[in-house]
């Protein structure tokens, strides 16, 4: 294949800032983003906005065999001769990753993605929320501004655990894999980015995601409350406290997720 700016350039490819896009061109970066989710040899791996392709060429070097949805029609062209070049190892869908029916129309896959902000945290809390567990998808591998990969792998104490944090760890285990300088993308974002891999827990203890999302909402929607405050308007939470043994005066962001989920339980 020719280099990843010479397709740029002769199909016209400029970041779009509307679509949110910030192209990483460094093949050596990008085999190294390819190989956090572990060898991919044979490996299907579902990637979301590939633009003009450069990680899914690292995710066909490592072997894979790539399903990628991109919305930018302009990128179509670019990835449809990557496609040729690679003999049926890579199908591109086009159209927006929120409509994909996953379950159906990707099947079991490693997830792969360099997103914008928003779209990704809409996924990833998707993902999260599968109904079925284990879910369809084998590992996420995603790019975030480092803030947010920050705040998915957080411990309890600090300001980044939240909402999120315990979303995110109850039923996977979460790692910040590796920090990628803001000077490492065309055009550079504003905020330095981390690729977060995660991979889903065998067994988590089960609970209702919706009723762990409408706890860790009220806690943390007054993280400087003592429990006893934040969760007055939660039906049941403060008499599971009591059965739990929960100190009502601690605050949200000392809690462990264990907590979390055993508290959701038991409401
Ligand atoms: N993967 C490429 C890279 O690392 O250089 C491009 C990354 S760029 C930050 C994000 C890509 O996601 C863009 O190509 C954009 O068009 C695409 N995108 C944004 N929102 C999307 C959506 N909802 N569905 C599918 N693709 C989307």
Same mark, same amino acid.
């Given at each position: 294949?020719?280099?990843?700016?010479?397709?740029?350039?002769?199909?016209?490819?400029?970041?779009?800032?509307?679509?949110?896009?910030?192209?990483? *061109?460094? &093949?050596?970066?990008?085999?190294?983003?390819?190989?956090?989710?572990?060898?991919?040899?044979?490996?299907?791996?579902?990637?979301?906005?590939?633009?003009?392709?450069?990680?899914?060429?690292?995710?066909?070097?490592?072997?894979?065999?790539?399903?990628?949805?991109?919305?930018?029609?302009?990128?179509?062209?670019?990835?449809?001769?990557?496609?040729?070049?690679?003999?049926?190892?890579?199908?591109?869908?086009?159209?927006?990753?929120?409509?994909?029916?996953?379950?159906?129309?990707?099947?079991?896959?490693?997830?792969?993605?360099? $997103?914008?902000?928003?779209?990704?945290?809409?996924?990833?809390?998707?993902?999260?929320?599968?109904?079925?567990?284990?879910?369809?998808?084998?590992?996420?591998?995603?790019?975030?501004?480092?803030?947010?990969?920050?705040?998915?792998?957080?411990?309890?104490?600090?300001?980044?655990?939240?909402?999120?944090?315990? *979303?995110?760890?109850?039923?996977?285990?979460?790692? $910040?894999?590796?920090?990628?300088?803001?000077?490492?993308?065309?055009?550079?974002?504003?905020?330095?980015?981390?690729?977060?891999?995660?991979?889903?827990?065998?067994?988590?203890?089960?609970?209702?995601?919706?009723?762990?999302?409408?706890?860790?909402?009220?806690?943390?929607?007054?993280?400087?409350?003592?429990?006893?405050?934040?969760?007055?308007?939660?039906?049941?939470?403060?008499?599971?406290?009591?059965?739990?043994?929960?100190?009502?005066?601690?605050?949200?962001?000392?809690?462990?997720?264990?907590?979390?989920? &055993?508290?959701?339980?038991? $409401?």
């Amino acid at each position: 294949m020719p280099p990843l700016r010479e397709v740029i350039a002769r199909h016209g490819l400029a970041a779009s800032k509307a679509l949110g896009q910030n192209f990483i *061109l460094d &093949a050596q970066l990008l085999d190294r983003i390819a190989a956090i989710p572990g060898p991919l040899d044979g490996a299907r791996v579902y990637e979301v906005g590939p633009g003009p392709g450069g990680l899914t060429r690292a995710l066909l070097r490592a072997g894979a065999e790539v399903i990628a949805v991109e919305r930018d029609r302009r990128c179509l062209p670019a990835l449809a001769e990557l496609a040729e070049a690679v003999g049926g190892r890579l199908r591109i869908i086009e159209g927006d990753a929120l409509a994909i029916d996953e379950p159906k129309e990707i099947g079991p896959a490693h997830v792969v993605a360099n $997103l914008p902000y928003n779209v990704g945290t809409a996924l990833l809390t998707r993902w999260l929320e599968a109904e079925r567990w284990p879910p369809w998808w084998r590992s996420l591998t995603l790019m975030f501004q480092r803030e947010v990969a920050e705040r998915i792998v957080a411990s309890p104490g600090g300001a980044a655990y939240g909402r999120l944090a315990v *979303l995110a760890q109850w039923r996977t285990t979460a790692r $910040l894999a590796m920090k990628v300088n803001r000077a490492a993308f065309v055009p550079p974002p504003k905020v330095m980015s981390a690729v977060v891999h995660i991979v889903p827990a065998e067994q988590p203890e089960g609970v209702d995601p919706n009723r762990l999302a409408r706890l860790t909402g009220a806690a943390f929607g007054q993280r400087r409350k003592m429990l006893r405050r934040s969760l007055s308007a939660v039906d049941g939470a403060l008499e599971a406290l009591d059965r739990l043994g929960i100190d009502p005066e601690r605050r949200a962001e000392t809690l462990s997720v264990g907590e979390f989920v &055993a508290l959701a339980r038991a $409401l």
